[in-house]
C-alpha cells in the first residue's frame, strides 16, 4: 500500500450570504497577503530552504463553490463580485511542522472575522480539531517520510512528478 505524504492540505471556509470582495481583499492586504492573478498567498519570514516553499497558506475565492477569476486591479478597479466560500490550502510536505501554527492563526483569523465555518475533509470542525487533524498527519510524516518540509520528502514528491 502506498503511503500518503499529503503534499497539500486544504480547508474550506463557507458562509451563506456573500460578502464584498473588496473589503476582504483589503483585509487581506492589511495582513501582509500578496495578491497574484486570482489568489493571495502569507509569505514566510526568515530563512527558507530552497526545497521549502515560502507560503504559508493560499486563498482562493469562491462563490457558489465556483472560482471566480478576479485579479487586484478588478478589484480596486471596484469590478469584483461578491464571495461566499474560500480555499485555504497548506502545502504540508513543503512547510516544516512549525508552520502548522501559522496556518492555523490565519484560519481562525479569517473564520473570526468574516463569521465563517470551517471544513475540513468535508467535516465541520473548530480549530481545535483541525489543529490535531494536522499534527496527526505532520506525525505521519515524521514517522514515514522524514517530516513535514523535510528535504526527503521534496526529493520523494520530485521522483513522484519525474514518473
Known amino acids: ?9 486544504t480547508v474550506v471556509l463557507a458562509r451563506e450570504a456573500p460578502a464584498s470582495r473588496k473589503e476582504f481583499h483589503t483585509w487581506l492586504k492589511r495582513r501582509g497577503y500578496k495578491s497574484e492573478d486570482d489568489f493571495y498567498y502569507l509569505k514566510r ?10 507560503a504559508i497558506v493560499t486563498v482562493d475565492i469562491r462563490l457558489n463553490s465556483s472560482a471566480i477569476y478576479e485579479t ?24 516544516p511542522r ?3 501554527e501559522l496556518f492555523l492563526e490565519e484560519v481562525e483569523q479569517i473564520s ?5 465555518e470551517v471544513k475540513f475533509e468535508l467535516a465541520e ?25 523535510s528535504e526527503e520528502l ?3 514528491i520530485a521522483q513522484e512528478y519525474a514518473r
Request: with cysteine; proline share 4%.
Open 1 to 9: 500500500m502506498k503511503k500518503e505524504h499529503y503534499e497539500k492540505l
Open 45 to 54: 519570514k526568515g530563512r527558507i530552504p530552497p526545497w521549502q516553499t515560502d
Open 72 to 95: 487586484e486591479e478588478d478589484v480596486e478597479e471596484g469590478s469584483s463580485t461578491a464571495w461566499n466560500s474560500l480555499k485555504l490550502d497548506y502545502l504540508m510536505a513543503s512547510l
Open 98 to 100: 512549525e508552520c502548522i
Open 112 to 116: 473570526n472575522c468574516f463569521g465563517l
Open 125 to 149: 470542525v473548530d480549530v481545535p480539531s483541525l489543529r490535531a487533524s494536522l499534527n496527526v498527519i505532520a506525525d505521519s510524516l515524521d514517522r514515514d517520510f522524514g517530516g513535514a518540509g
Open 154 to 156: 521534496a526529493i520523494l
